[in-house]
């Protein structure tokens, strides 16, 4: 592991910054670490389930047509 993280330092900067949050996931992952909601992310949320609410949602076609469109 030491000599892995030794390498890492000759790697570009954008490749050691994947890095990071790849491991932050892990170490969230496995201790247990909570992610704190941003008060932009609880507004996304709320207007989400506003959204459901009032039954603005895109049915399994629509999505399958949009997807096959731009992948398939």
């Given at each position: 592991m030491e000599e892995?993280?030794?390498r890492v330092s000759a790697w570009p900067?954008?490749?050691?910054?994947?890095?990071?949050?790849?491991i932050a996931d892990v170490e969230a992952s496995h201790l247990g670490n909570?992610?704190?909601l941003t008060a932009?992310?609880?507004a996304a949320l709320d207007r989400s389930l506003?959204?459901?609410k009032a039954g603005r949602l895109v049915d399994?076609?629509?999505?399958?047509?949009l997807f096959n469109r731009?992948?398939?």
């Open positions: 892995l993280l030794e900067e954008k490749a050691q910054e994947e890095l990071a949050v790849l909570e992610y704190e932009e992310d609880i506003a959204d459901v399994d076609e629509e999505i399958a047509a731009h992948f398939g």
